[in-house]
């Protein structure tokens, strides 16, 4: 596994998914039909983000949506694909869904094997019934990083207070200075 997934060019490291061939063997038949999950073999997948992609001009900053991604072997194809005909993958926004916890997870660490950048949103939910989920972890996205901007921000005014108390206690551990000459 290292072979495939540790090369630092990634566009051999996005040769294969190794996670979505794992998720699929360690699974029980029953569990996956239970999940509605089909692993889409790697040829149809290159297949299909040819067909889809080729005819397409795709301006940098376009968003690549799979609302069923599982562990996002379309979406490994369609970078493959536009490596190929020199593109850059991170230069393109990235939006995968998928209703299995393991499957998402298992997308967000194909997303970084397969160095498809920053801007990257995945999201759990149930697409069919709900349909919104892409939209609910931008939303979700933005709540977290406006909590976490407000953290640090708290964590540098208490370091500032705690650095100015210090130089205080010092001012004062050192006493009065010598005395002026009238």
């Keep these: 596994m290292l072979e495939l997934t540790a ?3 990634p566009s051999w490291r996005s040769e294969t998914d190794v996670l979505g061939f794992l998720v699929t063997e360690l699974r029980s038949r029953g569990a996956r039909e239970a999940l509605g999950q089909v692993h889409t073999p790697p040829e149809m997948c290159d297949l299909l983000a040819r067909m889809t992609l080729s005819g397409e001009d795709l301006p940098e900053g376009a968003w690549l949506g799979e609302p069923t991604a599982g562990t996002g072997g379309l979406v490994r194809a369609a970078a493959q694909y536009l490596r ?3 593109r850059d993958p991170r230069a393109y926004v ?3 869904n998928d209703l299995d916890p393991i499957s998402s997870a298992c997308c967000a660490v194909n ?3 397969w160095d ?5 949103l995945i999201s759990c939910t149930d ?4 349909g919104d989920g892409t939209e609910r972890a931008l939303a979700e996205r933005t709540a977290i990083f ?3 901007n407000e953290l640090i921000g708290r964590a540098q005014t208490i370091a500032a207070t705690y650095e100015a108390v ?12 010598p005395a002026k000459a009238s």
Excluded: K, N, Y
């Design 94 to 96: 990235w939006a995968m």
């Design 111 to 113: 997303a970084v094997v």
């Design 7 to 9: 090369d630092a060019d």
């Design 127 to 130: 697409t069919l019934h709900e």
């Design 146 to 148: 406006a909590r976490r």
């Design 84 to 86: 190929e005909t020199g």
């Design 116 to 120: 498809l950048g920053r801007r990257v």
């Design 166 to 177: 210090a130089e205080v206690e010092d001012l004062i551990s050192r006493g009065p200075g």
